[in-house]
């Protein structure tokens, strides 16, 4: 069993910042990959960044859409359980509810969701 939990959403303006994160039950290493996805009102789930481990470490890709503004990065504490997702230069086509995403022995896990609203 996983738990992801979100944080970290609000309202920001055009052009603003705001760092979200996903805290997991378990260490980050445990899994394959770490997953963040949106979902606008009215619109699809869409996918935003992955978080891979690699033997060397992790490697992150993310979408079109929000790539050279949105880096992903792992706490460096003990436990290294949280995957932070900043997000920079934001616009008001990156609102939606964020979700943190992650398949575990067969099992996919979903956060609750933390939502961002960026005004114009």
């Known amino acids: 069993q996983v738990q992801l939990v979100e944080s970290g959403g609000g309202f920001v303006q055009a052009g603003g910042s705001l760092t979200l994160a996903c805290a997991a039950s378990?260490?980050?290493?445990?899994?394959?990959?770490i997953l963040w996805y949106r979902q606008a009102p009215g619109q699809k789930r869409e996918w935003v960044a992955t978080?891979?481990?690699?033997?060397?470490?992790?490697?992150?890709?993310?979408a079109d859409s929000v790539k050279g503004r949105f880096t992903l990065t792992i706490t460096r504490d003990s436990a290294k359980n949280t995957v932070f997702l900043q997000m920079d230069n934001l616009k008001p086509e990156d609102t939606a509810v964020y979700y943190c995403?992650?398949?575990?022995?067969?099992?996919?896990?979903w956060g609750q969701g933390t939502q961002v609203t960026v005004s114009s």
């Open positions: 995403n992650t398949n575990y022995q067969s099992q996919d896990y």
């Open positions: 978080r891979s481990r690699t033997f060397s470490g992790g490697v992150s890709i993310y």
């Open positions: 378990r260490s980050i290493n445990d899994f394959n990959s």
